[in-house]
C-alpha cells in the first residue's frame, strides 16, 4: 500500500490529481444521503477507517460535518490526504497514521465509523486472515460508542457474511442500495453497502 500511495502522491504532486476513489463517487453519495436521512447531527465525531486519499473526509466537510478523522496505516496515505486536505482548504479534519488492528488509547469514542474497502483489503491478508478479521471486530468495538453506527462498503463480502462477521457485538439496521447487474439469470450486486449499530 505505501508505494501505491508513492505513486499517488507523486501524482498528487505533479497534476493535484488525488487518486482512486475507492467504489466511486456513488460510494461516497450513498454514505452522506443516509447520514443526512438520518439526520446525523453534524458534530458527530466520525472516523474513516483507512482514509486513503481522504476524499471521502472532504465531501463530509464539505456536507457541514465537522468532527471528522481519517486514520490509515499507510504514512504514504496520510501523507497524500493532507496534501489533499491542505488544496481543500479542510484544516479542521484530523488524520493520524494508525494500524487499525492495534488502535492507539485515544482512538475511542466514535459516534460514526465509516469502512470503504479496509474490511476488504484485511480480508485478503495472506497471514491469518481469519485472525486479522477478528482483531478488526474487537477493533471496531473498541473506537465505537455503544449504539454508535458502522457503514461498510465492501465489493469482498455478500451481506449474509457481513452479517456473520459482525455478529458479535453489532446489529445490522439497514442495506443500502447499490447498483445491480444481471449474469446468467440471475440478479446480484458487486458491492455490498451495510449499516450497523453497535449493541449496548
Known amino acids: 500500500w505505501d508505494a501505491a500511495y508513492e505513486r499517488e502522491l507523486q501524482t498528487f504532486r505533479d497534476i493535484g490529481d488525488a487518486g482512486e476513489i475507492w467504489f466511486g463517487e456513488e460510494s461516497m453519495v450513498r454514505i452522506i444521503r443516509w447520514l443526512e436521512k438520518q439526520k446525523v447531527p453534524l458534530d458527530s465525531s466520525v472516523l474513516d477507517i483507512g482514509t486513503g486519499n481522504g476524499v471521502l473526509l472532504i465531501e463530509l466537510a464539505k456536507s457541514g460535518y465537522t468532527n471528522l478523522t481519517g486514520i490509515d496505516y499507510s504514512p504514504s496515505a496520510i501523507q497524500l490526504s493532507e496534501k489533499v486536505r ?37 480480508s485478503l491478508n495472506p ?10 471486530v474487537g477493533s471496531l468495538c473498541s473506537v465505537l460508542k455503544p449504539e454508535g453506527f458502522f457503514l461498510i462498503t465492501s465489493c469482498n463480502w455478500t451481506k449474509e457474511e457481513l452479517l456473520n462477521e459482525f455478529r458479535e457485538g453489532f446489529e445490522i439496521l439497514e442495506e443500502l442500495p447499490t447498483p445491480k447487474f444481471c449474469f446468467g439469470g440471475r440478479i446480484g450486486n458487486s458491492v455490498t453497502a451495510l449499516v450497523f449499530q453497535r449493541k449496548k
Open 86 to 122: 491542505e488544496k481543500e482548504g479542510m484544516p479542521n479534519i484530523k488524520l493520524k497514521v494508525e494500524d487499525f488492528l492495534a488502535p492507539s488509547a485515544e482512538l475511542s469514542g466514535f459516534e460514526i465509523c465509516i469502512d470503504k474497502g479496509t474490511f476488504d483489503a484485511i
Open 127 to 136: 497471514d491469518n486472515a481469519v485472525g486479522k478479521r477478528k482483531q478488526y
